[in-house]
């Protein structure tokens, strides 16, 4: 295991006695990655930060029940996935469409290198078509592409058999090159 791995290890350890800095360090390294993973399903910045927060919540108040066989992150992830997709699915059933739609570009604070701005302008151009795809291809892709979930595991989430996942995110992916060339189209 590495250091970085039996740190986090050690934290959760002090997270388990209630030990509010430990929480508080955890938090500090999750946050942002669990924020942008939230916002990419629901694509709005408060009820992605409401989401971020209760996931948190949720888990350390469960941590007793995180066995180990992933890692913390990926534990973590997960439960921040699920209650995004309920988010999505009930604010689908109310038939709501989010008012920041329009604010789908998501950046860390970091700065890029100059190397690296030919990649982050291609990353945003294919986030930016991602958004104007239909709800269910953008949801698919953002799981199979962004989160790395397999066809298995989206059925699952999505509630959706095997053969519509692949038909789906088949489709998603045909529809994204279009849109991001739109000459061969």
Known sequence: MSQV???IESLLQLCLKGNQRAQMEIYNRYYK????TAFRIVKDRAEAEDIMQESFLNAFTKLHSFKGNVAFGAWLKRIVI???????RNRKKKNEVSINDTLYK????DVADANDVDTEQLA???LTAMKSLKENYRVS???HLIEGYDYEEICGLMDISYANCRTIISRAKESLRKKLD????
């Open 5 to 7: 791995g039996e740190h």
């Open 33 to 36: 990655a669990m924020y942008n």
């Open 82 to 88: 699920n209650k995004s997709l309920v988010s999505y």
């Open 106 to 109: 998501v950046r860390d604070n």
């Open 124 to 126: 945003q151009q294919v």
């Open 141 to 143: 892709l953002t799981l």
């Open 182 to 185: 739109p000459v061969k189209s």
